[in-house]
Every structure is written in C-alpha cells, then in structure tokens.
C-alpha cells in the first residue's frame, strides 16, 4: 500500500511538473506550431513506472490544459495526447523490459521518429478542422512546416530525457518517493559521448528554433 501511494505522489508531482513546463515553456516555432518540455517530464514517468503511467500522465496534463491555456478545445486534447503518447509510451515500452542505458537510447529515438510520422499524418486529417483551412493548404505545409518542427522537438525532447533522466531519479531516490528497485533499475552508465551528442543535439534544435524565428 505504501508502495503505491508513493508511485501515486510521484506521478501526480510529474503531472504537475508537466503541466507548469508547458505552461512556462512555449517556445513559438514555425508559424503556429510552440514548442514545450512536458513531454520530457512525461518520459521520464514512464521510464520510472511504464508506458500506462506515460499514459496517464499525458491525459491529465492534456486534459488539465485544453481547460487553461489552449484554445483547440476537445481537438488539441486529442492531438496532445496522441504526440506526446507516440513519444513517451513508445520510449517507456521499449525500455521497461531490459532497463539499460542503449535500450533507454532505442526507446527515446524510436519514440523520436514514430511521433514524427504520426503527427505528421494526424496534421493532415485534423488541423484543417480547427484552423479551418482546405486539406490542401494543410498537405503543402507538411514538410516545410510540420516535418521539421516534429523532428526538433522529438529531438530536443529525446537529448533533454536523457539528460535529466537519472539526476531525478536519484533525487527522487533520496527523498524516498521511489522503491530501491525501482531506482536501482537502470544498468549501466551515461558515458562522456553520450551526454556530449544530447548535448549537440540540444544545441543543434535551438539554433534551428532560432532560425525559424529570424533570429539569425
């Protein structure tokens, strides 16, 4: 009992935490298209606990802001919880059964690719309906816009993961809100090479974001 309401607080602190980096976190992008972290916060629940808990995590971030902050109503409910479960549960899946860092890596980069090919079809069938645009004009924006703005923030996403991965565990481990086999679960370690491509790859999509803003 004392084990599941620990893993009860953590994911409703993740969820919290989730929603207050969407909050504070958009970054404008590509015309419309904003960029935010949750999805992050919400991998890393899911590497901690599975793929159902990325799950839950999603919908009541979701949920919580299409009453708040977004203005697509019951749309970008459904569209929000589609690309951050293609990431999030794809990485946590893959990696639940054999914790080891190269397995966190598949995870997070085949998370990375599956949301970029699912949002890019679910673009095409549902953003005419909220923009009110032809599906045409929407399908001439798939790869100037939609493309490489999925593809940045499944990136930013994966490196950033990886990063901030082990240090919350650890510190959720001190704070005794994670069982010992739960944080002990993760073999291996993150080598030099491996934060220094998180790292380049961060870097890489800010400037790009930068980029896309006129900034440079």
Not at 17 to 32: D, N, T
Not at 131 to 154: C, D, H, Q, S, T
Request: net charge positive.
């Amino acid at each position: 009992m004392q084990t599941r309401t620990k893993k009860l607080t953590v994911l409703a602190m993740l969820s919290a935490l989730a929603y207050i980096v969407m909050v504070v976190g958009r970054i404008p992008v590509i015309m419309f298209l904003k960029y935010d972290p949750k999805d992050v916060i919400i991998t890393i629940g899911g590497f901690l606990y599975g793929p159902l808990s990325a799950l839950t995590i999603s919908a009541v971030v979701s949920f919580v802001e299409m009453f708040t902050v977004s203005d697509t109503g019951f749309v970008g409910l459904v569209m929000n919880i589609i690309s951050s479960c293609s990431f999030a549960c794809t990485a946590s899946y893959i990696y639940k059964n054999n914790r080891t860092i190269m397995r966190a890596i598949i995870g997070l980069i085949a998370g990375w690719l599956l949301t970029t090919a699912v949002m890019l079809l679910w673009n095409y069938f549902i953003t005419p309906i909220y923009m009110g645009l032809p599906r045409e004009a929407v399908a001439e924006l798939l790869i100037p816009a939609f493309l490489p703005f999925n593809l940045l923030k499944g990136g930013l996403n994966a490196a950033i993961t990886m990063l901030l991965y082990k240090p919350i565990k650890k510190a959720l481990s001190k704070s005794h809100l994670v069982s010992e086999e739960t944080a002990a679960a993760t073999t291996g370690k993150m080598n030099i090479g491996t934060k220094l491509v998180s790292f380049f790859i961060i870097i890489t999509c800010v400037l790009l974001i930068l980029v896309f803003q006129g900034h440079i």
